[in-house]
C-alpha cells in the first residue's frame, strides 16, 4: 500500500555538538534567556529526502531516522515559496539559538536556501548548512560569515571518500567550494586507521586549504545492534584520543582538544 504522504520540512530537536564559532557572552546570555522561556537551543531540520549520492550504510532513509513512524521516502518534498515559509515558520515557531540544515543533499534547494539564509541571518541564528559539496556553494553566502557557514562532509582521503560519496568526490568538492570560506567535517572509520601517516596526511591536505576555515571530527557511530567493518573498536579510540590533540596542536584548523579527546 503506497503510504500517504507528509509534508516536509520535517522539524527535528537534536542533541548535536555546537559548533566553534564567534558566539559572544551577549548571544549566550540571550540564549540562555531564551532557553529558559521554553525556547529550543539546537533545531536541525531535514529540507529535502534527495540526493545524488548513494552512500553505503545510509541510514537517512531508515525506519527509526524520523519520529512519527514516518520514514524520509514517505515525506513530500516542499518547493520554492512553500519550503521557504516552511522553514521560516518553524525557525520562528521554536525560535533555536542555532538551526543546521540537513538532507537528503539540502543543497538541491540551493535556490530557496538563497532566500532562507539572509533571513536566518537578520534574525541572528547561526546557521549550518550541511553538504556533500556535490553541488557549487554560492560565493556570495560567504557574506554571511560567520554567523552562516557551510559545512563540506569529507569522510577521509580519496581512497576511501570518493568510492562512499561519488559523485561528490575530491575533485568536485575542490571545484565546487573555490573561492569560498568553509569547514571540513571529517567521519573516522575504522579503515583509516589502518595505515600510519594517514590522520595527518588528511588533516594535512584540509589545513593547507585556503577554502578551508577548520575542520570537524567525529567517530563513525553505529546504529544499534549494527556490526559492520567501519565501526572503531575501544583500542581505536584509544589511539586517537592520543593522536587527535598533537595533531591539532600541529595544524590549528583542526578543532580537538584533551576535553573532546576524553569523550571519546
Ligand atoms: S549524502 Fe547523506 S543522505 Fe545522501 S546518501 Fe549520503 S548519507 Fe545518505
Known amino acids: 500500500m503506497t503510504p500517504t504522504p507528509v509534508p516536509t520540512p520535517v522539524a527535528a530537536v537534536q542533541t548535536i555538538a555546537a559548533p566553534k564559532w564567534s558566539v559572544t557572552s551577549r ?71 542555532h538551526v543546521s540544515l540537513v538532507g537528503g543533499e539540502p543543497m538541491v534547494r540551493h535556490r530557496e536556501l538563497d532566500r532562507i539564509l539572509p533571513v536566518l541571518n537578520q534574525m541572528g541564528i547561526f546557521t549550518l548548512l550541511v553538504t556533500s559539496g556535490v553541488i557549487p556553494v554560492p560565493r556570495h553566502w560567504m557574506s554571511l560569515l560567520p554567523r552562516t557557514r557551510v559545512a563540506v562532509s569529507v569522510d577521509g582521503l580519496p581512497e576511501h571518500h570518493d568510492i562512499r560519496r561519488k559523485p561528490a568526490t575530491y575533485e568536485r568538492i575542490l571545484k565546487n567550494i573555490e573561492g569560498c570560506d568553509v569547514n571540513i567535517h571529517w567521519v573516522i572509520t575504522r579503515p583509516m586507521l589502518d595505515r600510519a601517516g594517514y590522520l595527518e596526511e588528511y588533516v594535512k591536505f584540509w589545513s593547507a586549504r585556503p577554502e578551508v576555515h577548520c575542520i570537524w571530527v567525529s567517530v563513525y557511530t553505529p546504529q544499534i545492534g549494527e556490526t559492520s567493518p567501519e565501526t572503531l573498536t575501544p583500542e581505536d579510540r584509544i589511539e586517537l584520543a592520543r593522536k587527535l590533540p598533537a595533531l591539532a596542536k600541529q595544524y590549528p584548523k583542526l578543532q580537538f582538544h584533551e576535553g573532546l579527546a576524553r569523550e571519546l
Open 27 to 97: 548571544d549566550l546570555f540571550a540564549a540562555w534567556g531564551r532557553i529558559l522561556t521554553g525556547s529550543v537551543p539546537l533545531l536541525s531540520i531535514e529540507i529535502t529526502r534527495e540526493c545524488p549520492l548513494s552512500c553505503p550504510g545510509c541510514y537517512a532513509y531508515g525506519d527509526t531516522h524520523l519520529s512519527g513512524g514516518v520514514t524520509l521516502s514517505q515525506l513530500n518534498d516542499l518547493r520554492g515559496d512553500q519550503l521557504v515559509d516552511g522553514v521560516l515558520r518553524l525557525v520562528r515557531e521554536h525560535r533555536p539559538l
